[in-house]
């Protein structure tokens, strides 16, 4: 979100305007020393930042004006409440710095913080502090009555504390392990969960939740998984295979159709050459017999 | 000696063309496109990427393997028979595939039974094919292979669609029932009515001419080297692609776009090794190496356009140099051989087919990632191409004269007939 550069140059005389941020996080334990690299961000009026353990927090504000910095009225705020102490206001030049510094020791400190200037408009940034997010498939993990599965969870580059499942009924969620086909293991790295499901049945469809839970919030992941039973793919296989066997009796059938028509026209042709052959019979039989005369007579 | 009356060239001829067409597209269509599976197996048994391997690469070396079989037994029951069973055998395998509980089941299943029908159907169909065509041979043969482009182009997103609906076991069933199809085209198959073409020399006796004859056996080791890379992409390219984020539906697609430019490799390859003079080696030559550098470059890879880019060039030049394989085989061999030459061709380089995809897989598992897969594919590919180097005639200007019927050469004991002596190039 741009530092809103129309409305400014219409107000304000120059039209140099900069709200800028800036965050200091130093992600260690709560006893131990601050300081880490910090992120500038000079455009962007939100700030979103991942963690899960403890930390000391620096979050600054520079706010950069044409106008009188003391004037400015400077503010910051968790979630819709006024924070009262432990920030700092200073100023460099024409340059306003605000700096508010705390500890996340829980999910109580995890939320959004924002700086608030207030000239005549009131200029805001924020820092969104939220736990790492699980990444989901979007497809549902299809199965079939019987089978087995495994629904896999899994956080990229984070080590929650613990796992936990649960399955839905309508809305209620459900603490998953207590059934006799389920059971859950642990992955061999700590950033995955698996959840395996023996004897599917189609009850154990739905919708299936994994918790991870750290020091500083909890994360969860939706998975979604469908029983089918083998009637499902069984009759579009079925239909097929009566239409191959439909297919194939045709062709068997329209090759002996065409064999019959092919005989038929063949034995028309083998009886035109009988008939030829019984006129030439016929003659031969008058020629043999003077020849047979002949025999008689030289055997006599 | 009863002479062979001429071949149709035509007529049912083209039903047959049809049939194999449909054929090719159900045997390796299903072959290629089963890397969409190979996800699912992984996830499903939680085995490792090489044993997975084993399934695609047991079924492509029992299919090349079962060939002469498939050949042999067509001959002597005529090729319907035989055609109507490997596509029930192929089905059959798929059907128990989806019944399974572990790989060893899918092995004897899919690779096995599945295997072992579609060797039953492949080989039986091209010799019929070749009774039906003579002078239009080579282009009746093209136009029944491309059934194998377009169908991995087909089934590769077909089937990934399958799986989201269906899962695997859905999936193989409704498989085996499109495999069911060669039953029907088995049927087309109508036996010409030819008299018997009698085999010159017997297959015996060619065998052993076979197995003596030095460039032969150097196409043939050059052959399996290529076959052992030859498959990879197939089968592990959508794997890579996940490795790299890519979300499935995408990965089937890339797949399908290197079928689509094997589709074109294969008629441009058969256009120019027409149109080239010489030795058609050389062309084989160019594109095995060429297939074999684009493998190995697919690691290095991560761009979505670099990889697009790699899998049109991985297509096109695979398949270029397919027809070329077959083709070069009369040049060296002589037509009279060229069945029995085929035979055992197709029985050694299954070795190859075999042996690949599980070497590939066995790298993965131990390198956690696809890259020495890949460039161990490109290196087979380029040593196979470098052994055809060593081919006779390699670098002559012309061809050598092979494809002229050889005249049985019949001698009296007292009258001499001298026939013409043509091209009488082997011992």
């Keep these: ?300 | 000696m009863a002479r062979r009356t001429e071949p149709p060239d035509g007529g049912w001829g083209w039903v047959v063309v049809l049939s194999a067409f449909f054929q090719s597209a159900l045997v390796f269509g299903v072959l290629r496109s089963f890397g969409v599976f190979f996800v699912e197996f992984v996830a499903a048994f939680g085995e490792q990427a090489a044993r997975v391997s084993w399934i695609a690469s047991i079924g492509i070396a029992v299919q090349q393997f079962g060939s002469p079989v498939g050949s042999a037994l067509s001959t002597k029951f005529g090729p319907r028979p035989v055609v109507m069973t490997g596509g029930i055998l192929a089905a059959l395998g798929m059907l128990l595939a989806s019944f399974a509980t572990s790989l060893t089941h899918l092995y004897l299943s899919i690779g096995l039974l599945s295997g072992s029908g579609w060797a039953l159907t492949f080989a039986p169909t091209l010799a019929c094919l070749s009774c039906y065509f003579s002078r239009r041979r080579s282009l009746a043969t093209g136009l029944a292979l491309t059934g194998v482009g377009l169908s991995s182009f087909a089934f590769a997103p077909f089937f990934q669609w399958l799986l989201s609906h269906y899962a695997w076991r859905g999936s193989l069933l409704l498989v085996s029932a499109l495999s069911l199809h060669l039953v029907a085209c088995g049927a087309l198959l109508r036996p010409p009515s030819l008299a018997e073409d009698p085999a010159v020399g017997g297959p015996r006796a060619q065998l052993t001419s076979l197995l003596h004859h030095g460039p032969f056996l150097r196409y043939t080791v050059a052959l399996t080297l290529i076959n052992t890379g030859y498959f990879i992409p197939y089968l592990h390219l959508v794997a890579h692609l996940q490795d790299l984020d890519w979300d499935p539906l995408p990965a089937a697609f890339l797949l399908s776009v290197a079928a689509i430019s094997d589709l074109v490799g294969r008629v441009v390859s058969g256009w120019l090794g027409d149109a080239v003079p010489g030795p058609v080696t050389r062309l084989l030559m160019l594109w095995t190496t060429l297939t074999g550098v684009s493998l190995a470059l697919f690691p290095v890879a991560r761009a979505p356009t670099a990889l697009v880019a790699l899998a049109v060039a991985y297509g096109f030049t695979s398949g270029a140099l397919a027809p070329l394989a077959f083709s070069v085989l009369p040049e060296l061999v002589g037509t009279k051989r060229i069945y029995c030459g085929l035979g055992l061709l197709q029985m050694i380089e299954s070795i190859g087919g075999l042996l690949g995809p599980p070497l590939s897989g066995y790298l993965r598992d131990v390198t956690g990632n696809y890259t020495a897969s890949f460039v161990v594919a490109g290196a087979f590919l380029l040593s196979g191409s470098g052994i055809l180097l060593t081919l006779p005639d390699f670098f002559s200007c012309f061809s050598t004269t092979t494809s002229r019927p050889q005249d049985l050469v019949t001698e009296a004991p007292d009258i001499k007939v001298s026939l013409p002596k043509e091209g009488l190039e082997e011992d």
């Design chain 1, 1 to 300: 979100m741009r530092a809103l550069p129309g409305l400014l140059a219409a107000r304000a005389p120059t039209p140099r305007l900069l709200l800028l941020l800036q965050c200091l996080l130093a992600t260690a334990r709560p006893s131990s020393a601050d300081g880490s690299a910090p992120e500038h961000s000079s455009m962007p009026v939100e700030k979103n930042i991942t963690l899960e353990r403890p930390s000391n927090v620096n979050l600054t504000c520079q706010f950069t004006t044409s106008g009188d910095l003391n004037a400015v009225n400077v503010t910051w705020k968790k979630d819709s409440e006024q924070l009262e102490n432990n920030y700092l206001v200073s100023a460099t030049g024409s340059t306003l710095y605000t700096q508010y510094r705390f500890t996340i020791i829980n999910s109580k400190q995890m939320g959004s913080y924002s700086c608030f200037f207030r000239e005549e408009k009131e200029q805001r940034g924020t820092f969104n502090f939220k736990v790492p997010e699980l990444h989901g498939k979007n497809k549902p993990l299809i199965s079939y009555v019987g089978d087995s599965t495994v629904l896999t969870c899994k956080c990229q580059n984070c080590f929650p504390l613990n796992w936990t499942w649960y399955s839905t009924n309508g809305s209620v969620k459900v603490p998953v392990g207590v059934q006799m086909n389920k059971y859950v293991i642990n992955g061999t790295y700590a950033n995955e969960t698996k959840l395996k499901i023996t004897q599917l049945l189609e009850e154990d469809g739905g919708s299936y939740w994994c918790h991870a839970l750290f020091q500083v919030g909890e994360s969860e992941e939706h998975i979604e998984l469908v029983v089918l039973s083998y009637l499902v793919p069984l009759k579009p296989f079925l239909a097929i295979v009566a239409e191959v066997v439909l297919l194939v009796a045709a062709i068997l059938l329209c090759e002996k159709y065409t064999q019959k028509e092919k005989k038929h026209s063949d034995e028309g042709k083998e009886f035109e050459q009988t008939e030829q052959l019984k006129s030439d019979d016929s003659n031969g039989i008058e020629n043999n017999v003077p020849r047979h005369r002949k025999n008689e007579s030289l055997g006599q």
